[in-house]
Each structure stands twice: as structure tokens, then as C-alpha cells.
């Protein structure tokens, strides 16, 4: 490692969510999070690099990993449909996260070949971390309500740690359930992506640019 090397941990925060579903009618109380789909929530945020994409510095990074600060909770009295799905992306690409459907996150992490998939039409290059959790009613921490803490049934990950020069990264987390008459708590959480802030011969920095330029456009 040469002394223009540095080790940085770059962080993205999502805030919790809330709802509250009255038959149908849902209501968020939390702030920062949108409506993107049926019945899919989007916050976002973005990891400033143009400083060191100024001085011509790349990021290498060579973990991620997530942290949340607590349990995912609900309340919803239906018994068939009260699962949720928390997806985590950090791309360095701007993604279009418009009209998501609740079966589109639960099946596929985008980056990945599926044969007749339309949502994301990328390689899974910019697609530096992303990590999807489903979590499922547990019957055993029932309480009154029905209010239970969920359990992880499903934790799959995606990311190609891939180094990137962008000036930005772009960080999105969706959320989604189908649960119905009750109440959703999902906590805050981050991602951690340590790694290395270094430069690279001209050439390969420029390869690296123009890569991301047209990774950019296939979006």
C-alpha cells in the first residue's frame, strides 16, 4: 500500500419507518419515506466522493455489511399476507426505483440474470453492496394484539464490491408488506462499506470513468 493510500469506511443512514394499516388504508409515520409501488416504501440518500474523485482517487472496497437498531415489529391480524421484505442497494449508478411491486423485491436482487425480467437491466458492476431480508410473523413472541417481533426467514446478499470512481454513490432502501389492519415498525439501520481510497494509473482511471458513463445510461 503506497502513502496516498487511505483506509475509510464510508457509511449510508436510512432512518426507521412506520405504519399503520386500517383495512387497507395505510398511513406512514415516519418521515422520510415514500411511496414507490403497491404498497413498497422507498427512502434514499446518497455518499459524497466528489472530493476524492476530484483528486482522481478510486474506492476499493473490500467488505459491506449492515447494522440495524433494533427488531422489525407488527401487529396485522391477517395471517397469509404480513410478511416484509427490506432491500438495501448502494449503487454507483442512479437507479430508477419507480413502480416496484411487493413480488418483484421478494423474487430477485437486480444485477442477476433472470430469464424475463424487466426491472434493471444492468450488470451487477456498479451494484456495490446490496442485501435482501425477509422477515416473517413469529408466533412465538405473540403478544397482545398479536404484536410480534418478526424473524429473518430469508437473508440473501448481492454485492460486487467492485471499485468505483463516481463522485457519488447512490444508497436506496425499499420496504414492503402486504400486511393488512395493524401496525409496522421497522428500525433504523446502516451500511458499513470499509475499503481503501487510492490512485491508479491514468489509463485504468479512465477505462473506470467511461465504464461507469455507460453503465449510467443502460439504467
Known amino acids: 500500500m503506497s502513502e496516498e493510500d487511505m483506509q475509510r469506511t464510508l457509511v449510508a443512514e436510512f432512518p426507521p419507518m412506520g405504519l399503520l394499516d386500517e383495512e387497507g388504508s395505510r398511513t406512514l409515520y415516519a418521515t422520510g419515506y415514500t411511496t414507490v409501488g403497491v404498497n413498497v416504501y422507498l427512502n434514499e440518500t446518497t455518499i459524497d466522493l466528489s472530493g476524492y474523485a476530484m483528486d482522481k482517487k478510486t474506492f476499493y472496497p473490500y467488505s459491506s455489511f449492515e447494522q440495524r437498531s433494533g427488531p422489525v415489529i407488527g401487529s396485522f391480524t391477517n395471517t397469509t399476507e404480513r410478511n416484509v421484505v427490506d432491500v438495501i442497494i448502494v449503487s454507483s449508478v442512479p437507479l430508477d426505483m419507480s413502480g416496484f411491486s411487493p413480488n418483484q423485491l421478494a423474487a430477485n436482487l437486480p444485477g442477476f440474470s433472470v430469464p424475463g425480467g424487466t426491472a434493471f437491466r444492468l450488470n451487477k458492476d456498479p451494484l456495490i453492496h446490496q442485501h435482501q431480508i425477509i422477515y416473517s410473523h ?82
Open 138 to 219: 413469529d408466533t412465538t413472541t405473540s403478544g397482545t394484539g398479536s404484536s410480534s417481533i418478526y424473524r429473518v426467514v430469508s437473508s440473501q446478499s448481492g454485492s460486487s464490491l467492485e471499485p468505483t470512481a463516481a463522485d457519488k454513490l447512490y444508497c436506496y432502501r425499499l420496504i414492503t408488506t402486504s400486511g393488512t389492519t395493524g401496525t409496522l415498525t421497522v428500525p433504523a439501520a446502516r451500511v458499513m462499506l470499509p475499503g481503501t481510497i487510492s490512485s491508479e494509473p491514468k489509463i485504468e482511471y479512465m477505462m473506470r470513468l467511461k465504464r461507469s458513463y455507460e453503465l449510467a445510461n443502460q439504467v
